[in-house]
């Protein structure tokens, strides 16, 4: 059965027809072209696939597109309200080598915002907790805390 939904994806209103089983990740992969959002497992345990979904960080695997209707989604591709520079929690893993084969990162940074818009300081221990549901298979952790606490630091100086 196709459901129509309209949601404002990256600022962007859209208006579509979906298949009602369809999840949301394919919606934004398949649908919107958005592929920056990766697949993992598809059973809600690497994180690969998080948006933001009314700020807060969701595993896009697990949701039905049809429930997002009227709801506002960011994506990796939205982040920066900058479409020529990083956002900078993206600049910060470039600058900290925060990534190695990318594929976690997308997810993991937003998870990271997430937290940072509501803690702006946060210690090592807060950003461990933070991206606790976010798994990395190249398994470089302990950069991806180090660009997330400096990602934070510059999210807090962009703010004023
Ligand atoms: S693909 Fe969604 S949590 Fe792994
Ligand atoms: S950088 Fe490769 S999975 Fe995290």
Do not use: W
């Amino acid at each position: 059965m196709k459901v129509s939904i309209q949601v404002v994806v990256n600022k962007e209103q859209v208006s579509l027809k979906v298949d009602s089983r369809m999840s949301l990740v394919d919606m934004l992969r398949e649908e919107l072209g958005l592929t920056g959002t990766h697949i993992g497992c598809r059973t809600g345990n690497c994180g690969a696939c998080t948006v933001l979904l009314a700020e807060k960080p969701v595993k896009a695997c697990c949701i039905l597109a049809a429930d997002v209707d009227g709801e506002g989604i960011t994506t990796i591709e939205g982040l920066s309200s900058d479409p020529n520079a990083l956002h900078p929690m993206q600049d910060a893993f470039v600058k900290h080598q925060g990534l190695q084969c990318g594929f976690c990162t997308p997810g993991v940074i937003l998870s990271a915002v997430a937290m940072a818009r509501n803690n702006p300081a946060p210690t090592e221990q807060e950003v461990r907790r933070a991206l606790a549901g976010n798994l990395c298979r190249c398994t470089g952790y302990q950069f991806i805390i180090k660009s997330v606490l400096a990602g934070a630091r510059e999210m807090a100086q962009a703010s004023g």
